[in-house]
């Protein structure tokens, strides 16, 4: 058969255009006038948003209203027939598309202005720059490190001081030990150390919350004394994370998004510092016990937001708070890279997102079963997608080849 030739005079291709200011100059290039920009500018991106259980009174006006206005609504063939009451609902469009629909449904019944609302909300914290602390009551040296948020990509650098930490357990004999690695990982671009006393490996078993504070209190205070960078305590247990901000910490990472511990939010609220929220399915000794999802990110993304919920109920600001998928705790390997996949529908949740994927199993066992001391080369491709999928933060134990990493990575998919 002999294929026809297609004459390409005209050098046609698809453009890979991510963001507003890279279509304007294309347009700009072409010589479009200004009032002719800002009119095709709305129709330039696509955006396909989902929605789950939607009543069928409002997904039926979705379907209309979106077909009507342009674009279009895929809705359970159950809902036609009144065989179900609610239905998922996808939403596809350009982003003039949403905007008539959203004048059209705000002219609704049925709560249809409120969920044109929450949609809108979600395709602003998409395209935008979450917003960060501004008080200057905040540790100056956390306001400078929140400015930095959307402008490059942080380093927070892991300190484990435990004997069993999957990677690193028992490298430091002695405090001192610890403390001049972290010293030497701020010099070599982390701009946060992240200092943990408790393995969350695993099938890791607690240890006392004694033990986890002899561990890391006389770090976190030395540090405090000698470095310029906040330092973050990596614990799910209130009373450790309220003796470490004592002593200097700066920041809580909490694997359970605060949910391990009951007094944790209460913390939080009192302390109003940043903190870190994972998901994570179980506990440590019990998330790789076969992790099942009916659907992965709508599960991770519905979980993080009803934690954010729970924190601002009980008096956290919510412009403190990150969102951490949590590669590895309750996910197969198939799980944790189809997260970093689809790593962008976590800015939907409108908050800075950290990633920590740093020599885990997962990149071990696409490497062919490579042990943790040999997954430096896979680790600097998850942190380099990871940051073009959206990372405003990455966790990693090399700070001198990530930092690089996150250079090079920044040039390439930050524009400024």
């Known amino acids: 058969m002999k294929l026809k030739v297609i004459d390409m005079a005209h050098n046609a291709r698809v453009l890979c255009l991510k963001t507003d200011d890279e ?19 709305v129709k330039s991106r696509h955006y396909l948003v989902k929605l789950e259980r939607v009543r069928r009174p409002i997904a039926h006006i979705l379907k209309e209203t979106f077909l009507s206005n342009g674009g279009d609504a895929v809705v359970s063939r159950n809902i036609i027939t009144a065989a179900v009451d609610e239905s998922d609902v996808l939403l596809m469009g350009t982003r003039k598309h949403y905007q008539r629909a959203f004048m059209a449904l ?52 892991i300190l484990n001081l435990t004997p069993d930490s999957f990677s690193d357990g028992g490298r430091f004999a002695s405090a001192d030990e610890a403390i001049e690695c972290a010293i030497q990982m701020a010099s070599n671009g982390a701009d946060i150390i992240d200092i943990g006393g408790l393995s969350t490996r695993p099938g890791a078993q607690e240890i006392p919350a004694s033990e986890e504070l002899n561990r ?8 405090a004394g000698v470095l310029d960078i906040p330092l973050s305590i990596d614990t799910y247990r209130a009373k450790v994370a309220e003796a470490a901000l004592d002593a200097g910490a700066a920041i809580v990472n909490d694997i359970s998004a605060a949910s391990f511990d009951p007094a944790m939010p209460v913390l939080l609220a009192k302390k109003q510092c940043p903190a870190v929220l994972m998901h994570i399915l179980g506990n440590p000794e019990t998330m790789q016990t076969n992790p099942v999802y009916s659907d992965l990110m709508g599960e991770i993304v519905g979980m993080l937001r009803s934690r954010i919920a729970a924190l601002t109920d009980a008096g956290v600001d919510e412009k403190l708070l990150i969102v951490d998928p949590g590669i590895g705790f309750g996910k197969t390997p198939d799980h944790n890279l189809e997260i970093l996949r689809r790593l962008g529908e976590l800015k939907s949740i409108g908050r800075p997102i950290l990633v920590g994927t740093s020599r885990k199993a997962t990149i071990g066992k696409v490497l062919g079963g490579l042990p943790p001391s040999d997954r430096l080369e896979g ?16 966790r990693v134990h090399d700070v001198a080849e990530m930092t690089r990493v996150a250079k090079m990575t920044d040039a390439i998919v930050r524009v400024t």
């Open 23 to 41: 279509i304007i100059a294309e347009m700009k290039a072409i010589d479009a006038e200004d009032a002719g920009i800002r009119h095709m500018l």
């Open 106 to 157: 705000r002219e609704q019944g049925f709560g249809c202005g409120e969920l044109a609302a929450e949609v809108e909300a979600v395709i602003r914290h998409f395209d935008g720059v979450p917003f960060v602390p501004q008080d200057s009551a905040i540790d100056s040296r956390l306001g400078e490190l929140f400015h930095k948020i959307g402008q490059r990509t942080l380093i927070m650098g």
């Open 216 to 223: 890391v209190l006389p770090v976190v205070r030395k540090l």
């Open 379 to 394: 680790t600097a491709a998850t942190v380099a997608l990871s940051i073009a999928n959206g990372a405003d933060i990455v």
